[in-house]
């Protein structure tokens, strides 16, 4: 049956393989399966075998109106952007922007550039916003998504710079910028920076480093860092607060302006890992209080008052105390556990390196009706968050090249995950399952 599968997929990869360009529209690649061991209905959005990926989770990736879903894929484009050095073509492609229209499955290209950052799409209108490196500066842009999409319908797309608006420079004496979230009021953008600092921050910095276990090496170092903030309108830059750890996966509220997550990341396992600041830095505090048994990972900003987040327990040193999907409630500091799976499979799945528990990334719809999370052994879960009840949707998704890191629309009808299932690993299909059909099955 697999074999089946990656035959047909593979055919249609062929197909479908066209050269691809800013504004070029191509047919929808929906197929739909059925998963052998959960039963699931699970439609694939993009079967071309590509290197296709979703944003990160935390990242918004339906626009204001509900009707296109973001991706991202560096190996859907032409030729036009691989500049040859000393006679040899690049070993990969600049990443662009991909969008799917969801009730037709049709596919636009919404980027072709060579250095392009990051993007991240408006709360509130069909907006993207998007960084780019330019003669060593920082800058960003904001793209008019309404009137790209409707010329592209119409194959008259105009140049990339008449839907784009120049809102600013980042200042290179704020520090070096890095990844952006933006507020749920679209004015501002909140950036992380690397910075210099005093010799007393250095030394504060170094004495308060995590020192991991002796199987738990330090992949990121810590690093002197803060978070800006820049006006979307104005394009002034002002900052928020410095940090003495090494700051990454910013997240603002959808709900609330000026409330800000981010987290002090090692690359694994943290003293103190999840922070909360506001906009106008009058709070910088911790973010749930950690034990030294509690490895937290993988917060997720997800609605006004909660933040889901996932504490490890794939090691026995970390099975003496609770794990698994948890929430905070930023107004009460409550924490509440949300539920956890084992199963022989995921204890199985990286065998001679990890022995599983469950879950390794997760997520929640913003009405607080369900949680989501992968486990180390590559399967997808919904948790019904009033009765606790498990739903085991999609199996053996690889983790590899990039884990299946679930996501909800934000009407949470739909649960987003990736899925290296069909290439055996080496490239990602992305998936999407509709929560109505849960208990459902064929």
């Given at each position: 049956?697999?074999?089946?599968?990656?035959?047909?997929?593979?055919?249609?990869?062929?197909?479908?393989?066209?050269?691809?360009?800013?504004?070029?529209?191509?047919?929808?690649?929906?197929?739909?399966?059925?998963?052998?061991?959960?039963?699931?209905?699970?439609?694939?959005?993009?079967?071309?075998?590509?290197?296709?990926?979703?944003?990160?989770?935390?990242?918004?990736?339906?626009?204001?109106?509900?009707?296109?879903?973001?991706?991202?894929?560096?190996?859907?484009?032409?030729?036009?952007?691989?500049?040859?050095?000393?006679?040899?073509?690049?070993?990969?492609?600049?990443?662009?922007?991909?969008?799917?229209?969801?009730?037709?499955?049709?596919?636009?290209?919404?980027?072709?550039?060579?250095?392009?950052?990051?993007?991240?799409?408006?709360?509130?209108?069909?907006?993207?916003?998007?960084?780019?490196?330019?003669?060593?500066?920082?800058?960003?842009?904001?793209?008019?998504?309404?009137?790209?999409?409707?010329?592209?319908?119409?194959?008259?797309?105009?140049?990339?710079?008449?839907?784009?608006?120049?809102?600013?420079?980042?200042?290179?004496?704020?520090?070096?910028?890095?990844?952006?979230?933006?507020?749920?009021?679209?004015?501002?953008?909140?950036?992380?920076?690397?910075?210099?600092?005093?010799?007393?921050?250095?030394?504060?910095?170094?004495?308060?480093?995590?020192?991991?276990?002796?199987?738990?090496?330090?992949?990121?170092?810590?690093?002197?860092?803060?978070?800006?903030?820049?006006?979307?309108?104005?394009?002034?830059?002002?900052?928020?607060?410095?940090?003495?750890?090494?700051?990454?996966?910013?997240?603002?509220s959808r709900f609330t302006p000026g409330e800000i997550v981010f987290c002090n990341e090692t690359g694994g396992d943290a003293y103190q890992r999840m922070w909360f600041c506001t906009a106008d830095g009058s709070v910088f505090k911790p973010l749930y209080n950690e034990t030294k048994l509690d490895?937290?990972?993988?917060?997720?900003?997800?609605?006004?008052?909660?933040?889901?987040?996932?504490?490890?327990?794939?090691?026995?040193?970390?099975?003496?105390?609770?794990?698994?999907?948890?929430?905070?409630?930023?107004?009460?500091?409550?924490?509440?556990?949300?539920?956890?799976?084992?199963?022989?499979?995921?204890?199985?799945?990286?065998?001679?390196?990890?022995?599983?528990?469950?879950?390794?990334?997760?997520?929640?719809?913003?009405?607080?009706?369900?949680?989501?999370?992968?486990?180390?052994?590559?399967?997808?879960?919904?948790?019904?968050?009033?009765?606790?009840?498990?739903?085991?949707?999609?199996?053996?998704?690889?983790?590899?090249?990039?884990?299946?890191?679930?996501?909800?629309?934000?009407?949470?009808?739909?649960?987003?995950?990736?899925?290296?299932?069909?290439?055996?690993?080496?490239?990602?299909?992305?998936?999407?399952?509709?929560?109505?059909?849960?208990?459902?099955?064929?």
């Amino acid at each position: 049956m697999k074999k089946i599968f990656l035959a047909a997929f593979g055919l249609l990869a062929l197909c479908n393989s066209a050269v691809a360009q800013f504004g070029n529209v191509s047919k929808s690649e929906m197929k739909s399966f059925v998963d052998p061991q959960t039963g699931y209905k699970i439609t694939m959005l993009t079967d071309t075998m590509k290197n296709d990926r979703f944003l990160y989770q935390t990242d918004p990736m339906w626009t204001a109106d509900g009707k296109y879903l973001l991706f991202r894929s560096s190996s859907r484009g032409g030729n036009s952007l691989e500049k040859e050095v000393n006679g040899e073509k690049p070993k990969s492609r600049p990443v662009q922007i991909y969008f799917i229209e969801i009730a037709t499955g049709k596919i636009t290209q919404a980027t072709e550039s060579d250095n392009l950052g990051s993007v991240f799409l408006a709360n509130k209108s069909n907006r993207m916003f998007m960084s780019r490196q330019e003669n060593e500066n920082w800058n960003m842009y904001v793209i008019d998504l309404d009137r790209f999409f409707t010329d592209a319908k119409k194959g008259k797309v105009d140049s990339k710079s008449s839907y784009e608006k120049f809102i600013g420079t980042f200042p290179k004496n704020m520090g070096k910028p890095g990844g952006y979230a933006i507020d749920c009021n679209d004015d501002y953008a909140y950036i992380t920076v690397e910075r210099e600092g005093t010799k007393e921050e250095e030394e504060r910095m170094m004495k308060n480093a995590y020192i991991g276990e002796s199987n738990q090496p330090i992949k990121i170092q810590p690093t002197l860092c803060g978070i800006r903030k820049m006006n979307l309108k104005t394009g002034e830059v002002t900052k928020v607060v410095d940090t003495e750890f090494k700051t990454g996966h910013i997240q603002a509220s959808r709900f609330t302006p000026g409330e800000i997550v981010f987290c002090n990341e090692t690359g694994g396992d943290a003293y103190q890992r999840m922070w909360f600041c506001t906009a106008d830095g009058s709070v910088f505090k911790p973010l749930y209080n950690e034990t030294k048994l509690d490895w937290v990972t993988h917060e997720t900003f997800v609605t006004k008052d909660y933040v889901y987040f996932n504490i490890l327990g794939f090691q026995p040193r970390l099975r003496k105390q609770l794990s698994g999907i948890v929430r905070i409630n930023l107004r009460t500091d409550d924490v509440e556990p949300i539920g956890q799976v084992e199963m022989d499979k995921d204890r199985k799945a990286m065998e001679g390196q990890l022995i599983g528990r469950g879950f390794w990334h997760c997520n929640a719809s913003r009405d607080n009706v369900w949680a989501a999370g992968d486990t180390f052994g590559g399967n997808v879960w919904l948790i019904d968050i009033k009765t606790g009840k498990r739903h085991w949707i999609a199996s053996d998704t690889k983790m590899k090249p990039d884990h299946a890191h679930p996501s909800f629309s934000p009407d949470g009808t739909k649960l987003l995950f990736q899925s290296g299932h069909f290439t055996s690993g080496k490239r990602l299909n992305l998936m999407m399952f509709d929560i109505s059909t849960v208990d459902k099955k064929n």
